[in-house]
């Protein structure tokens, strides 16, 4: 048998494909016709069985897998969340007047609750700065520490019973007269302040002259913005001394009411003597360290 080019193959096969099926012999020509500078042996009157004995080399099948797409796995419900842990209790405190429990130790945090005057509250023993911590249903909560006391107030004594309730009987005047001389210390006070509120402020420092800051006008919505109120910064016993000087001589100076220790006392309402304020968070704010002077 002698070698042949493909193009020699083709012409020498065709003749025996009649009896070959077209498919098999198109893909026996195409490999013949592909494989360039091949040289293909085949004989001279080849048989149509000898064709059909040529098979085509299949590729080889590989299976390849198919991905298939996981939904992810939700962990949360297996996650254990956190809560934060309770504070301790480590003792308990009486609240010395109506005050308010604040979330955070400042006087602007939301408040979540209040205290009655001579209420037992748990505390942790945690401070910060001016506030107390509290254990208030089982979470933290604040308390401004001034209002807080280890022993409970004594009990207020109960108005005796009677027909006619008895007028409360009025102070007397912790100094007799009232000076209208300036003031020798704090007279820039009386710039920007109405006329009886400056007769307050000299007939204060008179009989107190202990006092040496007084706060009158100032930008604001009210009586100071006006100039109708005066701040007599001063606290404790003599704070209280001052507060019922003013009260007593309230229609000589024409005040209006006056604020000390979170309690108030007006004109409008002087049969019923000091009221309590409600608790507005701070010293200054709960008149603690001055003694508050309103006038018309």
Same mark, same amino acid.
């Given at each position: ?6 193009? !020699? ?26 494989? #360039? #500078?091949?040289?293909? &042996? ?7 069985? &000898? ?15 198919? /991905? ?39 006087? !602007? ?77 704090? &007279? ?20 107190? /002259?202990?006092?040496?800051?007084? #706060?009158?006008?100032?930008? !604001? ?29 309230? #229609? ?36 603690? !360290? ?7």
């Amino acid at each position: 048998m002698a070698p042949v080019r493909h193009k !020699d193959a083709l012409r020498a096969v065709l003749p025996h494909l009649r009896s070959v099926r077209r498919i098999g012999v198109a893909a026996v020509v195409t490999s013949a016709a592909v494989a #360039g #500078g091949v040289f293909v &042996s085949l004989p001279e009157e080849a048989p149509a069985q &000898s064709v059909s004995a040529i098979s085509m080399a299949r590729p080889e099948v590989r299976s390849v897998p198919v /991905p298939v797409r996981v939904a992810p796995i939700s962990r949360s419900e297996d996650r254990v969340r956190l809560e934060p842990k309770p504070p301790e209790v480590t003792g308990h405190l009486f609240s010395t007047t109506v005050v308010n429990i604040r979330a955070l130790p400042s006087e !602007d945090a939301r408040r979540v609750g209040s205290l009655e005057w001579a209420e037992k509250i748990p505390v942790s023993g945690v401070t910060r700065g001016e506030w107390t911590e509290v254990v208030l249903d089982g979470q933290s909560a604040w308390v401004f520490t001034a209002y807080l006391d280890e022993k409970k107030p004594r009990p207020e004594p109960e108005p005796k019973e009677t027909a006619e309730p008895e007028p409360e009987p009025e102070p007397e005047p912790v100094a007799t007269g009232l000076s209208m001389a300036p003031c020798a210390t704090g &007279s820039d006070v009386e710039s920007g302040i109405v006329p009886n509120a400056v007769a307050v402020h000299r007939a204060v420092c008179a009989a107190f /002259p202990q006092v040496t800051s007084y #706060g009158g006008w100032r930008e !604001d919505s009210g009586e100071h913005g006006t100039g109708q109120a005066l701040d007599i910064m001063i606290s404790g016993d003599t704070g209280w001394e001052i507060a019922e000087f003013v009260r007593a001589n309230a #229609g000589d100076l024409g005040v209006s009411e006056v604020l000390y220790s979170q309690k108030i006392w007006t004109v409008e309402r002087g049969s019923e003597g000091w009221r309590w304020m409600e608790d507005r968070g701070s010293t200054t704010a709960n008149h603690y !360290d001055h003694v508050h002077v309103t006038v018309y």
